[in-house]
C-alpha cells in the first residue's frame, strides 16, 4: 500500500483552487453531481457471449475496467485534497461496497482492490472474488478489525479516538496499519445498487478518509443503466471530471472494443 508515497503536489496547484481548500475545509461543501446513461446494448450481449457458469461476468466488472483505465490515463482525477494540502495517490484503489450474502440483515463489507491500466473485466472478476473469498468463509477481515479497534474503547473515548485520528489525517500523518485496509482511502468508492434490483442514487462523500469520488451503479432497465457520481470539486474541476466520464462511456458502451480476454 502506497500511502506514504502519495506526493505533495500543493505547489503545482493553481492558486485558486489551493485558496478552495481553506475556503471550503471538507468534501461536503465541495461535491459536484453528475449523472450518466449508459446504452448496454453492445454491452449486454458481450457479458453473455464471455460470461462461463464458473465464471460469470456482470456489468461491475465491466465498469472497473473502464475505470481503471479512465483513472490511470487521465490521473488528475486520481489526486485528493487533506487538510490544505493536494496529493497525487501512489496506484489506482477501488473500494466495492458489497454485501456478504443476498440475505436481509447480511454485513456490507468494503473490498478494497487495486486496479491496473490493462485490466480487463475478467481480471477484475477474478480479484474480487479473491478479495471478497475470505469474508464469505466467515474470517474477520482487516478493516473490521480496525472497527473493532475502535468499538472496543469506552464510549467517551471513542470520540476522543476519533478526534486524534482526523487530526492525524489532516497533516498526513496516519500509520499505514489504520491507511491500509481502510476502504475510504482509495481512488473511488462504487455501490452497485442494480445487484439488489434499486435505482441509483445520489451518495454524498464520507470526510473520513480522502475518497474524491463517489460512484453509485442503478438497475439494468431496457438496455439501460443510469450511473451517479459525486465529486470533491476541489481536487479538479468539474468540466475536467466530465471530460474523464465521457471516456469512460465510451469504453462501457463497446466492450468488444475496449478490453481483450487475456491470453
Known amino acids: ?25 471538507n468534501r461536503g461543501s465541495a461535491e459536484v453531481s453528475f449523472r450518466q446513461t449508459v446504452d448496454l446494448a ?32 487521465r490521473p488528475r482525477l486520481n489526486r485528493y485534497c487533506t487538510g490544505t494540502r493536494f496529493f497525487q495517490r501512489d496506484g489506482v484503489w477501488v473500494t466495492v461496497s458489497a454485501k456478504k450474502s443476498l440475505d436481509d440483515g447480511a454485513k456490507v463489507v468494503m473490498l478494497k482492490i487495486p486496479l491496473l491500466a490493462d485490466d480487463t473485466p475478467q481480471t477484475i472478476q477474478a480479484r474480487l472474488a479473491e478479495a ?52 475510504l ?31 453509485v451503479i442503478g438497475r439494468i432497465d431496457e438496455q439501460q443503466v443510469e450511473v451517479q457520481y459525486t465529486f470533491d470539486e476541489r481536487v479538479e474541476d468539474g468540466l475536467y471530471c466530465a471530460l474523464s466520464l465521457k471516456v469512460l462511456l465510451k469504453l462501457l458502451e463497446d466492450p468488444e472494443g475496449s478490453f481483450r480476454a487475456p491470453a
Open 42 to 73: 453492445r454491452t449486454l450481449p458481450w457479458l453473455k457471449q464471455n460470461s462461463t457458469p464458473e465464471e460469470p461476468l456482470r456489468l461491475l466488472h465491466v465498469y472497473l475496467a473502464a475505470a481503471a483505465r479512465v483513472l490511470h490515463e
Open 132 to 183: 471478497l473469498a475470505p469474508s464469505r468463509r466467515g474470517e474477520v477481515i482487516a478493516q473490521e478489525k480496525e472497527f473493532d479497534l475502535f468499538l472496543a474503547l469506552p464510549d467517551f473515548m471513542v470520540g476522543w479516538a476519533v478526534s486524534l485520528a482526523h487530526w492525524l489525517d489532516r497533516r498526513h500523518w496516519l500509520p499505514g496499519f489504520l491507511v491500509d485496509p481502510d476502504g
Open 1 to 25: 500500500m502506497a500511502y506514504r508515497n502519495d506526493r505533495d503536489i500543493t505547489r503545482d496547484i493553481a492558486p485558486y483552487r489551493r485558496m478552495l481548500a481553506h475556503v471550503t475545509p
Open 185 to 215: 482511502f482509495t481512488s473511488m468508492v462504487v455501490a452497485n445498487l442494480g445487484s439488489v434490483g434499486l435505482d441509483a442514487a445520489g451518495h454524498h462523500l464520507y470526510e473520513w478518509g480522502n475518497c474524491p469520488l463517489f460512484v
